[in-house]
């Protein structure tokens, strides 16, 4: 049973950084593609970044604002995934969601609020 537990959100200042952690268990994580995805108030679930089994295999939302500032990488040996944001900007608040895929697998987790304000 896919298992995934988000943490490192929290309230941060326009131009600030954080780094979520994605906690995997109950599956064997090496072997799954990880995805982050955001979701705001009013607004659909969004992608923001993919990595494959192959950790140089990365994928990113490609949209203007996003562009540049997100980093995503994976540690197969503490079956933890993560995103890396900086600088964050205002339109980064979202609650951050860690996603295990494999064929017809597809796990979540509860999610992360982050928040960037001044």
């Known amino acids: 049973q896919v298992q995934l537990v988000e943490s490192g959100g929290g309230l941060v200042r326009p131009g600030g950084s954080l780094k979520l952690s994605c906690a995997a268990s109950?599956?064997?994580?090496?072997?799954?593609?990880m995805r982050w995805y955001r979701r705001t108030p009013g607004k659909e679930r969004e992608f923001v970044a993919a990595?494959?089994?192959?950790?140089?295999?990365?994928?990113?939302n490609d949209e203007d604002s996003m562009r540049g500032r997100f980093t995503i990488s994976r540690d197969n040996a503490k079956n933890t995934a993560y995103l890396q944001i900086s600088p964050l900007k205002p339109e980064d608040t979202a609650v951050y969601y860690c996603?295990?895929?494999?064929?017809?697998?597809?796990?979540w987790g509860q999610g992360t609020q982050v928040t960037v304000s001044s």
């Open positions: 109950g599956f064997t994580f090496s072997t799954f593609t």
């Open positions: 990595i494959y089994t192959d950790a140089n295999d990365v994928r990113y």
């Open positions: 996603n295990a895929y494999r064929g017809w697998i597809d796990g």
